[in-house]
C-alpha cells in the first residue's frame, strides 16, 4: 500500500504531559544553540485534553523547571491547596487522621487542583509557539522498523475502513511518520507500548505491571458548601481489608467538587463491581453532604499504573524511549504522576538533543540514567514498598507498614530490601463458585447512576460503522471460559457497559458495545484470560472530556 511519509527529527506520540514537556524542552535547547530541529506530536484525541482524564493534583516542580515564568505565562493552575486531610471511612463515620501523623511525602502543601486537560491545552498553546507542529485526531496504530529493527516512526491508522475492516468511499490510507527517535507518552496500557514491550523485551527484568482504575466525577455543589482548595484522601469503606483502593474529594473552581474512586485491578473477587463501588461511595453520609442539591456535570474512567519503580521496563530502545505513564512513573500513596510524567519528558529530550548531537545513536542510553539521578527517582524509590504492602498484607496492615517506610525515608532512613510484586493482576480472580455476590443498591438518579447515563456524560464520538477497536484473541474465550469459570467479569469491571452476555439462537455470546469505550484500557488489563486488545479505533474517536 502506498503512503504518505512525512519525516522529522523527533515524533512523540501523545499530547498529554509528558509528550508536550518532551517537545517543549526539544525545541528549547534547539533555540539556545541557534539550531533547527522538526518535531512533531500525534494526538489520538479530536483535540488535545480531550482523551486526559485526570483528579489532579499538581506538583509545579516539574513545570517551574520547564517555565520558571509559568505564572506570568498565564499557566492555568488556579486553586492552590490550602488544606490537606486524610480520612478513614466506616459505612456511616468518618475519622479525620490528624495531620502530624501523615508522612510529609503524603502532603500536599504547595501544590495545586488542576484540570489537567486545561493545563495540556495551554502546553500545546507553549509547544506551537515554540514551533511544534502537533496533529490531532491521529492515532498511532503500529510502530515502523528499518532493516535492522531499530523502531523509525509510526504508521498511523487508515480511515474511512467500514464493520469489516474495508474500505469505503472515504477511505485513506494511514501516513508513515519518521523520525530520528520516537518517543512514546501514550499513557497508561497503550497500545503501542504493548508492542514495542513484547519487540524488545523490555519487561524481562521487572516484576508485573500493576494497575488501578480510577473514576472521577465533577459536581456543582451549594456556594456554602464548597471549601477551595481542599484535599481529602479517604481509606475504607465501601471496600473490605482484602480490597485495594481509596477516595478523593477536590474543591476548586467555581462552586466545583471533583469525587474520585480508585479501585486497584489486583483484586480477586470476579463478582466486584469497581464501578458500582464508587457510586455507593458516594452513598456515605460525609459525601451525600456535600453531593445534596447539587450537580454531576461530568464523568470519567481510567486505568492507573500502580507498579512503581519494580515495575518499570527498560525505558529506553533502538530509536526510541518511553516516557510518563507509558513506563508506569505513578507515585501510588499520592495518586500523582503528571509531575513525573513532564519531567521524564523533558530528560528524555535532553537526551535526544545529546544524541543527535552525536550521531544519533541507536539506543538512547543516557536517559534512563539521567531519570534514575532525578527527583523523580528519588521519590518513586521512597515509596517502592507501599504497594506490595498493600497486596501483600491488606489495607490496615499494608498502609501501617507504608506509613512506617514513608516516614523513616523522610528522616533519611532506606530500608535494604524492594518487594516485588508476585502476580499480574489478570491472574487474580478467584473461581466464581468460591466468591460472594456483592448487593448494590439500585441508582437513584440523583446520588448514584447507572453506566449508561454517566458514560453519555462522556461525549463519547465514534463512527458505528468503523471497525471494533476491542480484539477477541479466541472468539469463543468469554462464552467458553470466563463465562463459566468467573461468571463474565468483563461485564462488571468494565466502567461503560462495553461488555454483556445476550443471547443469540438459544446459546449465550459476549455482545461488544464498542462506541460506549471511554478508552480506560480496563479490559485489556484485567480479562483473566488476556483474551482481549485494546487498539486505538478511528483517528478522533472516544471521549471527550474537556469539561474535565
Keep these: ?114 484540570s489537567l486537560g486545561e493545563v495540556c491545552r495551554w502546553l500545546a498553546g507553549q509547544a506551537e509557539a515554540l514551533g511544534v507542529e502537533i496533529y490531532t485526531g491521529f492515532s498511532a496504530q503500529s510502530p515502523s522498523y528499518d532493516a535492522q529493527g531499530r523502531m523509525t516512526g ?47 523485551g523490555l519487561r524481562a527484568a521487572s516484576s508485573p505491571a500493576k494497575y488501578g482504575i480510577g473514576f472521577k466525577e465533577v459536581w456543582r455543589v451549594k456556594p456554602e458548601l464548597q471549601q477551595k482548595g481542599l484535599i481529602e484522601h479517604t481509606l475504607g469503606w465501601p471496600l473490605d481489608a482484602n480490597t485495594g483502593g481509596g477516595g478523593f474529594i477536590y474543591h476548586h473552581g467555581e462552586h466545583l467538587v471533583s469525587v474520585g474512586y480508585v479501585v486497584h485491578l489486583d483484586y480477586s473477587n470476579p463478582y466486584l463491581s469497581p464501578f458500582d463501588v464508587f457510586q455507593t461511595y458516594k452513598t456515605h453520609p460525609k459525601l451525600k453532604a456535600l453531593l445534596k442539591d447539587g450537580k454531576r456535570l461530568s464523568y470519567g474512567a481510567r486505568a492507573i499504573s500502580e507498579g512503581g519503580v519494580q515495575s518499570l ?13 507509558s513506563a508506569g512513573l505513578v507515585n501510588v500513596p499520592k495518586i500523582k504522576g503528571t509531575h513525573y510524567a513532564m519531567k521524564s519528558g523533558m530528560l528524555a529530550a535532553e537526551a535526544v ?115 471494533c477497536h476491542l480484539k477477541l484473541g479466541v472468539a469463543d474465550m468469554p462464552v467458553r471460559v470466563n463465562l463459566p469459570r ?31 469505550c471511554i478508552h480506560c484500557k480496563t479490559c485489556d488489563i484485567k480479562d483473566p484470560t488476556q483474551n482481549i486488545n485494546w487498539v486505538p479505533p478511528e483517528g478522533g474517536s472516544g471521549p471527550n472530556y474537556v469539561a474535565q
Excluded at 370 to 396: C, F, H, I, M
Design 1 to 114: 500500500m502506498e503512503r504518505d511519509v512525512m519525516e522529522y527529527d523527533v515524533l512523540i506520540v501523545g499530547a498529554g504531559p509528558a509528550g508536550l514537556s518532551a517537545a517543549i524542552r526539544l525545541k528549547q535547547l534547539a533555540q539556545a544553540q541557534g539550531q533547527e530541529l522538526g518535531v512533531c506530536v500525534l494526538e489520538k484525541g479530536a483535540e488535545v485534553g480531550s482523551h486526559i482524564f485526570s483528579g489532579a493534583v499538581l506538583d509545579p516542580k516539574a513545570l517551574q523547571e520547564l517555565f520558571p515564568d509559568w505564572q506570568a505565562l498565564g499557566a492555568p493552575l488556579n486553586t492552590p491547596v490550602n488544606k490537606d486531610t486524610f480520612v478513614v471511612l466506616g459505612e456511616e463515620k468518618a475519622w479525620d487522621m490528624p495531620d502530624w501523623g501523615l508522612p510529609p511525602l503524603m502532603r500536599n502543601h504547595g501544590n495545586y487542583i488542576i
Design 154 to 200: 509510526v504508521i498511523t491508522g487508515d480511515m474511512g475502513l467500514d464493520k469489516q475492516g474495508e474500505p469505503t468511499a472515504n477511505y485513506t490510507p494511514g501516513i508513515e511518520i519518521r523520525a530520528k527517535y520516537t518517543l512514546v507518552a501514550e499513557g497508561t496500557r497503550g497500545s503501542l507500548t504493548k508492542q514495542l514491550e513484547a519487540r524488545y
Design 313 to 325: 521496563p527498560e525505558m529506553a530502545f533502538p530509536g526510541g524511549a518511553l516516557l510518563g505513564c
Design 353 to 467: 538533543f545529546e544524541a543527535i548531537a552525536q550521531g544519533s545513536p541507536e539506543v538512547l542510553t543516557s536517559y534512563p540514567q539521567k531519570l534514575r539521578d532525578s527527583w523523580v527517582w528519588q521519590e518513586l524509590y521512597a515509596v517502592r514498598n507501599v504497594k506490595p504492602y498493600l497486596s501483600r498484607w491488606g489495607t490496615w496492615v499494608g498502609t501501617v507498614l507504608g506509613g512506617a517506610e514513608m516516614w523513616l525515608a523522610s528522616w533519611g532512613v532506606t530500608l535494604p530490601w524492594t518487594l516485588k510484586h508476585t502476580s499480574a493482576d489478570h491472574a487474580t480472580l478467584t473461581d466464581a463458585a468460591n466468591s460472594r455476590q456483592p448487593t448494590y443498591a439500585k441508582p437513584d438518579g440523583v446520588l448514584t447512576f447507572d453506566k449508561l447515563s454517566s458514560v453519555s456524560l462522556c461525549n463519547i464520538a465514534h463512527d458505528d460503522q468503523q471497525p
Design 486 to 516: 468467573y461468571a463474565g467479569p468483563e461485564q462488571r469491571y468494565c466502567p461503560a457497559g462495553v461488555y454483556e452476555f445476550v443471547e443469540q439462537a438459544g446459546e449465550k455470546a459476549l455482545q461488544i458495545n464498542a462506541q460506549n
